[in-house]
């Protein structure tokens, strides 16, 4: 069966730092990949989207970037983190047509302090 | 734009009140369309979806939603809600991409 996993769980990162969250996906093959911030009575915001390896689709212009270095690995960084940058991210992935269901993975809570 | 709305940001119902949650979207041509859930402390699970078919679409925990196409909207309905049932409630509308609604969220008193 497919399995997401996403680390860290949670992490406190002060502002200026850099941020690199990782997703790895098991058992598929060229899975669509998402990444998703999910702030606070605002549900949830579409940060990036891959298709394939080293094809990204930003939706959000921000301080953030995403990166596909293998098939199942999905790969959110900032190179200077902002307070606003706080938030739950969520890596995500579907097969086939995007239009697909999604399954999420467990998410990972950022503080920038 | 593209977009989804969710028109009720918070709802309080008591046990065994009827419950509908009005979602609408903004895109044209085919879409699929989605219901997620997220129970306190745990992660987004998929409620129900729609890709094609009977718009009257059934999922689990006896939630159901109707799509009404001429009217954009893909409202989530359960008769009877149980305080298990407290959560919040995400819209979703895929057409080339995923987008999901800002979230109801769903207390069920006891």
């Known amino acids: 069966s497919q399995t997401i996993h996403q680390w860290p769980a949670t992490l406190v990162q002060p502002v200026g730092s850099p941020l690199s969250l990782e997703c790895t996906v098991e058992?598929?093959?060229?899975?669509?990949l998402y990444w998703y911030r999910q702030a606070a009575g605002r549900g949830l915001q579409l940060l990036f989207y891959?298709?394939?390896?080293?094809?990204i689709s930003s939706e959000v212009p921000q301080n953030l970037s995403a990166s596909r270095p293998q098939d199942r690995q999905f790969i959110l960084s900032s190179k200077k983190l902002l307070l606003s940058d706080s938030g739950f991210y969520l890596c995500?992935?579907?097969?086939?047509?995007?239009?697909?269901?999604?399954?999420f993975g467990e998410g990972s809570w950022l503080t920038v302090v | 734009a593209q977009s989804v709305s969710q028109h009720n940001h918070h709802v309080i119902l008591s046990e065994a009140a009827s419950l509908e949650l009005g979602c609408n979207y903004s895109?044209?041509?085919?879409?699929?369309l989605f219901w997620y859930v997220q129970y306190p402390g745990q992660h987004l699970q998929l409620l129900l979806k729609?890709?094609?078919?009977?718009?009257l679409v059934k999922g689990i925990k006896g939630f159901e939603a109707e799509f009404i196409k001429s009217k954009f909207s893909f409202n989530l309905r359960k008769p009877s809600v149980q305080w298990s049932d407290t959560a919040e409630y995400f819209c979703?509308?895929?057409?080339?991409?995923?987008?999901f609604g800002a979230g109801t969220r769903l207390t069920v008193k006891p």
């Open positions: 891959s298709v394939g390896i080293g094809q």
């Open positions: 895109y044209g041509g085919t879409v699929n």
């Open positions: 058992g598929t093959s060229n899975p669509n």
């Open positions: 979703a509308v895929n057409n080339n991409d995923m987008r």
């Open positions: 729609y890709f094609s078919g009977d718009p």
């Open positions: 995500a992935w579907s097969v086939g047509q995007v239009g697909n269901t999604i399954y």
